[in-house]
C-alpha cells in the first residue's frame, strides 16, 4: 500500500514542476523580421568524374549538394551517367562490380584506389577513368601519381592522361 501512495505523491509533484516550468513565459505581440527567403539553394560543391564520349575521356562537372569524398566520387563512374549525360553522349567504362572503392593517400604525392575487381582486367580507359577522377579531386597544380588495385593485381602508378 505504501508504494502506490509514495508513486502517487510523486506523480502529483512531477505534474505540479511541469506546471510551474511553464510559468514566467509571457505572451508577445508578433514580431516582424522581414520576408521570408526566396530562390533556390546553391549547390555546396562540384564533383568532377572522368566519363567516355566518342571513346576518349572528357571531364564532366556534376553540381552537389555537399563535399563528397573520393571513393564516393568514384563510385558514381561505377554507376550509370545520369539521363542527362547519357543524352550528351556520355557512358562509362567502369563496371558495376568495381565498387565499393577506397582511396589512400601515399607518400610522396601518390594515391591507391582500391577496387572490388580484378584491376589488371579493367579497361585501359576504365583505368584512366578512376585515375583522373581521383586526381581531380587534388590539387591541379600538383596531380598525384595514382595506382589502381584489386583482386591481387595492381595497375600503375600512372598519370591522368587528360
Do not use: H, W
Not at 74 to 99: D, I, K, M, S, W
Not at 139 to 151: D, F
Amino acid at each position: 500500500m505504501r508504494t502506490g501512495l509514495a508513486r502517487r505523491v510523486l506523480a502529483a509533484g512531477l505534474v505540479s514542476l511541469v506546471a510551474v516550468a511553464g510559468c514566467g513565459v509571457r505572451p508577445s505581440d508578433v514580431i516582424t523580421v522581414g520576408d521570408p527567403p526566396s530562390g533556390g539553394v546553391a549547390p555546396t560543391a562540384t564533383i568532377t568524374l572522368y566519363l567516355v564520349k566518342n571513346g576518349r575521356l572528357s571531364a564532366v562537372t556534376r553540381l552537389g549538394g555537399r563535399p563528397m569524398f573520393r571513393a564516393d566520387t568514384l563510385a558514381l563512374l561505377a554507376a550509370e551517367p545520369t539521363a542527362r549525360e547519357q543524352a550528351r553522349g556520355f557512358t562509362t567504362e567502369v563496371p558495376p562490380e568495381a565498387g565499393p572503392f577506397s582511396v589512400t593517400a601515399a607518400p610522396a604525392g601518390r594515391l591507391v584506389v582500391a577496387l572490388s575487381a580484378p584491376a589488371g582486367e579493367l579497361s585501359t580507359l576504365a583505368i584512366d577513368q578512376i585515375v583522373c577522377t581521383a586526381a581531380a579531386a587534388t590539387a591541379p597544380e600538383s596531380p598525384p601519381q595514382v595506382t589502381v588495385v584489386g583482386a591481387g593485381q595492381s595497375v600503375g602508378p600512372r598519370n591522368c592522361p587528360k
